[in-house]
Each structure stands twice: as C-alpha cells, then as structure tokens.
C-alpha cells in the first residue's frame, strides 16, 4: 500500500511538472507572438514612413521641374505674341494684299498673319486709348495693315530685322514696324530666368537625392547585423541584396505613385483658381514629369539600396558597432 502511494505521489508530481512546462511554454509563445507581431507593426510603420518621406520629395522635385517646363513655355507664348505691324500703301488692291499674305504664311519663320482693315484697326485704337477720334475727325486715316507673328525660335531682334527688310522691298507695303527694345528685353530675360530655374531644379534633384539614399541608408543601417549574420552564415552577396533591392524598388515606384497623385491634384486646384495658366498647359509634358518621377523614385531608391547595401557588406565586423 505504501509502494502505491508513493508511485502515485510521483506520478502526480511528474503531471504537475509537465502542465507547468507547457504552461512556461505557451506563456513564451504568446510572449514570440506579441513580440512578432510587435516587430512587424513597427517595421510596416518604418515602411510608410519611409514611402511617405521619399514621396513628399518626389513632389518637390515634380513641382520644380514643372515650373521649369511651364516657364519655358510661357517664354514661347510671349514671343509667338509679339506682333509685327505690315502697313500697306493707300489704294493697294486687296488681291495684291491677300497675295503678300499668302507669301508669307510659306515662310518658315512666320506663325501666324492677320489682315485688319481700317475699321478694325480703328477699333482697336479706341479700345486702347479710350477717345474716338472717328468721331472727331469724320473718317478713318488708317490703311489696311497685316499683323505677322513668327515662331518663338525666330522671336529675336536679328531674325526680326531681316524679315522686316524683305517685307520693306514689296511694293504694297508702306511701312514695317514692332516693338524691337521690348523683343530685346523679353529675349534677355527669358535667358536669365531659364538660367536660374535650371540651376534651382538641379539643386533640388540633388538635395531630393540626398534626403531619399539617408532615409533608405537608415532603414538598411538598422539591419545591419542581420547582413552580417546571413554573411557567416554562408549567404553570397547577391542573395543578400535581392530582397532588400527589391522591397527598395517596390517603396520607390509606391511613393512615385502618390507623388504623381498629388501633384496631378495640385495641378487641376491650380488651374481651376487660374485658368489662364491652361493656355501653357502642355499635357505631353506633364506626361514626361510624371514618367520622370516614377523612373526617378525607383531608380534613386534602388542606387541607394545599393551602395548602402555594399558599404554594410563590405564592412568590417568591428565597424557594425560604430
């Protein structure tokens, strides 16, 4: 009886041990599962951190280039607006007028002709004077004249200047005249103004560059160990950067893609307050900007990937704890 109390006595401790072990055990999983769960919340948090960060930047470089483009395209429009003033002879046959137009219209520097008569341009005069003087004088002393535009690659005093002295050769023609200091004026510039923007987008493609590769040089700082360990482990270099370079693509194109939205938005708030900018609007390149933003996300994210994943990998053990 004694022999079978205490093979019972040991039996009930050994049970008594076991339910304690597996409840040790189920306390250190739910403990691994909160810690993974944990881990995985602050490392989606660093992801859209991160996403967030590089795409804010992308939209400042967007905007910048933008403006560039728009500038140069303003430029254009003003020079394609400045006006060349074709006064014909008086008693010049229409037919010899519409001849001189078609003439011109061949020419390759020309844009654009217009032919006013007398009462438009007399119109026009009283619209931008404010007297009328039709009313004082009785008649209209204006002859019929021909408005010429030309194309914003030849919107220059020289180009302007030669054009005009072949035009002076024809016979209807009594006289030729435009703006020459203000074409002067606009040239310089617009020169000046291209020059600077230019500088400003390249400073800010290189300061949007470096802000991308220091956040992504963070984030592969932070795993830095993790590298080291694949490496004694036997890991080659090129299976140690494949995840990293592609989860470095994958957050380039995401935040170029939220770049792109908020820009797009950007743009219809702009020009819904200011129509006026829509007649520079050039829909081909905001295309290009667009492009360049999603190839300028993926491709910067992936160098400093890259170089970042290098430098780690070619470090020295002793130098992972600086």
């Avoid at 040991?10 to 076991?18: A, F, L």
């Avoid at 933008?66 to 500038?71: I, P, V």
């Avoid at 030669?162 to 435009?178: M, P, R, W």
Wanted: net charge positive.
């Amino acid at each position: 009886m004694k022999i079978y109390l205490q093979r019972y006595d040991i039996v009930e401790k050994e049970d008594n041990n076991c339910s304690n072990r597996l409840s040790v055990d189920i306390v250190n999983i739910a403990i691994f599962v909160h810690m993974s769960s944990k881990k995985k919340f602050r490392l989606g948090g660093s992801y859209i951190t991160m996403i967030i960060s590089i795409s804010l930047v992308l939209l400042i470089l967007g905007l910048t280039a933008l403006l560039l483009l728009h500038s140069g395209r303003l430029s254009n429009y003003i020079k394609e607006n400045i006006v060349m003033t074709v006064m014909f002879r008086e008693d010049v046959p229409q037919a010899e007028m519409l001849s001189l137009q078609k003439k011109l219209e061949l020419d390759s520097r020309v844009k654009s002709t217009l032919l006013v008569s007398p009462q438009e341009a007399a119109d026009r005069l009283v619209e931008d004077t404010g007297e009328d003087f039709i009313s004082f004088l009785g008649y209209i002393p204006l002859p019929y004249s021909l408005d010429v535009t030309v194309k914003s690659d030849f919107a220059t005093p020289e180009v302007l200047d030669e054009l005009s002295n072949s035009i002076k050769t024809e016979s209807a023609v009594g006289n030729v005249y435009y703006q020459k200091a203000l074409v002067q004026e606009i040239n310089v510039n617009a020169g000046r103004i291209s020059l600077f923007l230019l500088g400003f987008a390249l400073l800010v493609f290189i300061i949007s560059f470096g802000l991308i590769s220091n956040t992504i040089r963070l984030a592969v700082y932070s795993r830095r160990f993790l590298i080291r360990s694949m490496l004694l482990v036997g890991a080659t270099r090129r299976f140690i950067r494949r995840p990293y370079l592609l989860q470095a693509v994958w957050m380039g194109a995401v935040a170029s893609l939220i770049a792109i939205v908020l820009l797009e938005s950007l743009l219809v708030v702009i020009y819904k307050q200011l129509p006026e900018l829509q007649i520079i609007q050039s829909d081909i390149q905001v295309a290009m900007v667009f492009g360049g933003l999603l190839f300028s996300g993926i491709f910067i994210s992936w160098l400093s990937s890259f170089t970042a994943l290098n430098r780690y990998i070619k470090m020295k053990t002793d130098y992972l704890y600086i």
